[in-house]
């Protein structure tokens, strides 16, 4: 049948061009993007799976680098109680070479002065972006002995959640510039009470430097109001049997003044021992929690590799596949084409009946 008020055949072979025109549509934006998933139209799932996906990316990629910079700040602080070792050794030998009756203490005292004023550089220089963990003043305001260091990120019930780790620093503050007393002693009290747990490493270290027997013990004083407990090389010593004039703090170790006895070195030897092992274990700490970070920086890296995986599963176009596509649609639009003019060329029969 052919009718001059309706073409049923050009509508078909119309709405197959146009089937047509929107499929070769599609495949082309897929082939040119690479993506099949471009946006919630396509569909609203994936799309929604895969955006949430690179926002932890995006969240994962700061975590990376905010454990770097924490790391940076651990392998600084490790680095400088590393050196410190080193110096501590030297005062060490010196105390030991001082033992000697015929020894130079005057010349021995200038090794010591010398080993001493390298672990004041080295704490003060220990410093990453204005943070130093060796060198404080505990009572600058918003002073923590506490360092949260950025461990992980998670996502759990549709809630972003950060995971911290807290690193007690006050186990290796070398130099504490807290305010002191008016009147100044031989160990520069202070009415600050001490960091963290300084107060119990120093008793700890003076109980060490008091074994039975020995001629003198050590203490260090700490009491409501009053401290001599700074940081581990500026913490004030007493001694008991008392001697005059001489309390002492490792950074004012002086072996020259009179009645300085072998009983009175071989007591500085020890403490300087026990400050020297309390030292190792700050660095063996800080040496740990940078093979932490390390193993956590590495874990976030995989996480967004894993995560930039599952994204392209939901979202990537099969490049081959498409191309395949499009180049039959393509022929279906050609043919859809060839069609129309086909089923528009009937209404010419029409009218030829008229001529």
């Given amino acids: 049948m052919t009718s001059i008020l309706t073409n049923a055949r050009a509508l078909t072979a119309l ?3 146009g089937a047509a025109g929107d499929g070769l549509d599609t495949a082309n934006r897929r082939v040119s993007t690479g993506a ?23 969240s994962l990629a700061a975590l990376t680098d905010a454990i770097g910079l924490d790391q940076t700040a651990v392998d600084t602080a490790a680095l400088g109680l590393t050196r410190t070792v080193e110096q501590l050794k030297v005062v060490s030998r010196t105390l030991v070479a001082a033992q000697s009756e015929q ?6 005292q200038l ?13 003060e220089s220990s410093a990453v972006g204005g943070s130093n963990w060796l060198s404080v003043k505990s009572d600058a305001p918003g002073f923590s002995a506490n360092q949260q260091l950025v461990m992980a990120f998670s996502r759990r019930d549709g809630s972003a ?11 290796f503050i070398l130099f504490d510039a807290k ?3 008016a009147s100044p002693d031989w160990v520069e009290s202070s009415s600050v009470a001490p960091a ?15 074994p039975t027997g020995a001629p003198y013990t050590v203490s260090a004083v700490v009491s409501a109001g009053h401290t001599h407990t700074n ?75 894993i995560n930039g995986a599952a994204i392209g599963t939901l979202t990537d176009a099969d490049i081959e596949v498409e191309s395949t596509r499009l180049k039959a649609l393509q022929a279906q639009q050609m043919l859809g084409l060839r069609s129309l003019s086909i089923a528009n060329s009937a209404p010419g029969t029409v009218l030829a009946l008229f001529n």
């Fill in 196 to 210: 963290g747990t300084l107060a119990a490493i120093t008793q700890g270290i003076a109980t060490r430097a008091s």
């Fill in 15 to 17: 709405r197959t061009l």
């Fill in 231 to 305: 940081g581990l090389l500026d913490t004030g010593y007493l001694l008991n049997p008392t001697v005059a004039g001489f309390g002492f703090s490792i950074n004012t170790l002086d072996i020259t003044q009179p009645n300085t006895s072998r009983a009175l070195i071989e007591t500085y030897l020890r403490v300087v021992d026990a400050t020297l092992q309390q030292v190792l274990d700050g660095a063996a700490l800080l040496g740990s929690t940078s093979a932490l970070l390390t193993a956590q920086r590495d874990f976030a890296r995989q996480m967004t590799a």
């Fill in 179 to 181: 305010a002191r007393d």
């Fill in 36 to 58: 099949r998933i471009g946006s919630a139209a396509d569909g609203a799932a994936y799309w929604a799976i895969a955006t949430s996906l690179r926002g932890d990316n995006g």
């Fill in 111 to 123: 090794d010591i002065g010398i080993a001493l004023g390298a672990i004041r550089s080295i704490a």
């Fill in 161 to 171: 959640n950060l995971t911290r780790s807290t690193l007690d620093a006050s186990q």
């Fill in 103 to 108: 020894a130079d203490r005057g010349k021995l």
